[in-house]
């Protein structure tokens, strides 16, 4: 018997207004992938997040995850499932040390401290933050706080990470970290859903993706084959520049 993929989205569409931000959008997730999800500015890639994260609800269909509806929990039930959209689960205490932050939101998750300790320990190094560790968080930088950001979602593994352009904004140095955390992560089975416009890094690290535009999705399939075909070049090419 075929197993269920971990996140089926089903015909899920939105309305803002008179706006159809996102229209029957389906596709699934399967365990094990970084999926990504690209598109013109405005295609509807966040409202799609936000409708997987529990922040909005579809107007219509319905989201599963391993066969189960999921489509009407809240952010909070969704985190609590395994479904984390990074980094609205997080919150950064900047008069603490990097270090005590990642200890913090471990035990927050129910870890016990001897466990807490271990994982903080080795998400430090995973994310070359071992110069900053003992820092207030308050003090690093941009890009630092957000690899601390990821390494708080990771101190329990969600089942998905939902990214929204993680990449953005953040030093070449530090992306490189990312992106490798990213990657190695994926390498022992966990899955990413991926929304970026940096197309190396979405080339390098995604074995499928999705494109939309317009609300809609318009082409889908392995990264390459997606970014080569004539309907996304189109969408790119007759749109916004980003
Ligand atoms: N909260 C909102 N209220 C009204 N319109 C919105 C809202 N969020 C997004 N939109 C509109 O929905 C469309 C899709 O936006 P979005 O999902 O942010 O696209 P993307 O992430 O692909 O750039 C856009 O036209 C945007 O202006
Ligand atoms: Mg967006």
Known sequence: MKTAPLLRIDAISKRFGGNQAVDHVSFDVQKGIILGLIGPNGSGKTTVLNMLS?????????????????????????????????????????????????LI?????????????????????????????????GHLSGGQKKLLEFGMCFMCPPKIALLDEPFA???????????????????????????????????????????????????????RAVLEDPNVIEAYLGGDHE
């Open 169 to 223: 904004a953040v030093h070449p140095v530090m992306r490189k970290t990312m992106s490798r955390f990213i990657q190695s992560r994926n390498q022992s089975g966990q899955t990413f859903l991926l929304v970026s416009h940096d197309m190396p890094i979405v080339k390098s690290l995604c074995h499928e993706s999705i494109c939309m535009n317009t609300g809609k999705v318009i082409s889908q399939g392995p990264t």
């Open 54 to 102: 529990g922040e909005l609800f579809p107007d219509e269909g319905v989201t599963y995850l391993e066969g189960r509806p999921i489509t009407r929990l809240s952010p909070s039930q969704l985190a609590h499932l395994g479904v984390i959209r990074m980094f609205q689960m997080t919150r950064v205490f900047s008069r603490l040390s990097a270090f005590d932050n990642l």
């Open 105 to 137: 939101a471990g035990r927050a998750m129910g870890l016990t401290a001897a466990v807490a300790l271990a994982r903080a320990q080795s998400l430090i190094e995973e994310l070359t933050l071992e110069h900053v560790q003992y820092l207030d968080a």
